[in-house]
Nanobody
Framework: QVQLVESGGGLVQAGGSLRLSCAASGRTFSSYALGWFRQAPGKEREFVATISANGGMISYADSVKGRFTISRDNAKNTVYLQLHSLKPDDTAVYYC?????????????????WGQGTQVTVSS
């Protein structure tokens, strides 16, 4: 079992940056793909980025490509999401999630473990 705890969210002006972290418990962290998803008010949760267990495969949603960067440190049991050039449309609760499936999936339903989320608010 994997437990995930996100941090790093906050209020930022448009064009600003944030770094989200997701700390995981469990000895098998390095066996899981890790993904970031987000959910804006009144909208469905959507895929943002994912990284494979060894970090060798990464995918991004088109809406964040070139602005967000996902990375992981298996020694620290942590996955990160660096957010740059933020826009008001990026405002959402951001969730990290773990999946045993490879290659790392972009489909929400294929993730087994979820964190509680961290709020990112981008003001215009």
């Amino acid at each position: 079992q994997v437990q995930l705890v996100e941090s790093g969210g906050g209020l930022v002006q448009a064009g600003g940056s944030l770094r989200l972290s997701c700390a995981a418990s469990g000895r098998t962290f390095s066996s899981y793909a890790l993904g970031w998803f987000r959910q804006a008010p009144g909208k469905e949760r959507e895929f943002v980025a994912t990284i494979s267990a060894n970090g060798g495969m990464i995918s991004y949603a088109d809406s964040v490509k070139g602005r967000f960067t996902i990375s992981r440190d298996n020694a620290k049991n942590t996955v990160y999401l660096q957010l740059h050039s933020l826009k008001p449309d990026d405002t959402a609760v951001y969730y990290c999630a773990a999946s045993i499936i490879s290659p790392p999936p972009v489909v929400l339903a294929l993730y087994t473990y979820w964190g509680q989320g961290t709020q990112v608010t981008v003001s215009s």
